[in-house]
């Protein structure tokens, strides 16, 4: 992608594409095309509208989305870059948390709704080789459906194909977040009024010397929790093939012990005179 437009993966972007109350068509126009529910969402209630410079300073904050759509359900919209290990785990730990919240005081089940996270991926995550999944409560043999009062779905923007059809709607939301500015986004943008006005707000925000800037800034602070990640990851792989080559070395000098003496074990395999005589 070119200099010209900002990325809309950047958490800051997409919550102001998406998670604005000035053009909440987005929104529902991605929430269908996601969920695909029989009864068409038509309104919804975004929380959390403001992005405070905290959240913006903040590398482990989440710009997440929350709303209440039409169909009483309430949605969190999470968009991730890297792959930090836990995404299945802390989506979990929302939707619980989103789940036994709206309890309050009265703790009336029966008031309950629909509760439903949905994660955008910049990466490969799960096995399957769809780009969009969505999973709920079944039964192990049977798959027969417990119910439908939660719901996680998984977006992974990689797994998208040339050959995906364009003219389902959350292909074409897929497309734009993953390059905004390619020719199939320039053909989306002229049949579908959403997909333009997303557009149009990504060139405004562009264009805007200080919403620029806060990007900047955004995007400095997630590459660089990439790149601890990266490192951790690094530092770890380390640790585990130095462990493995302990490992190999203590094998081939218990071998050693019968024929040679702690002296010449430690010189062909590198452990100390220590280590080899805590074998014996």
Known sequence: ????????????????????????????????????PKKKIVSVMIKGTDIAKQFVEDKYSRMDIKATTSNDEIINIEIQLKDEKNMIKRSMYYLSKMYEEQLG????????????????LNFKYLKTEKFHTSYRMKEIETHEELTDVIEMHFIEIPKLRESDDEKDMLVAWTEFLKNPE?????????????????????IRMSNDDKEREIYDMRSKILKDKISELNGAEKRGEERGEKIGEEKKAMQIAKNLLDVLDNETIALKTGLTIEAIESLR
């Open 1 to 36: 992608m070119s200099k010209g437009l900002l990325d809309p993966k950047v958490d800051f972007v997409f919550k102001n594409i998406f998670g604005t109350e000035k053009d909440p068509k987005r929104l529902i126009s991605f929430l269908n095309a996601t969920l695909k």
């Open 105 to 120: 005081n009265a703790q009336d089940y029966s008031m309950i709704e629909k509760t439903i996270c949905i994660n955008i």
């Open 182 to 202: 390619s020719e199939k986004v320039r053909h989306l943008e002229m049949d579908i009024e959403e997909i333009r006005s997303a557009k149009d707000e990504l």
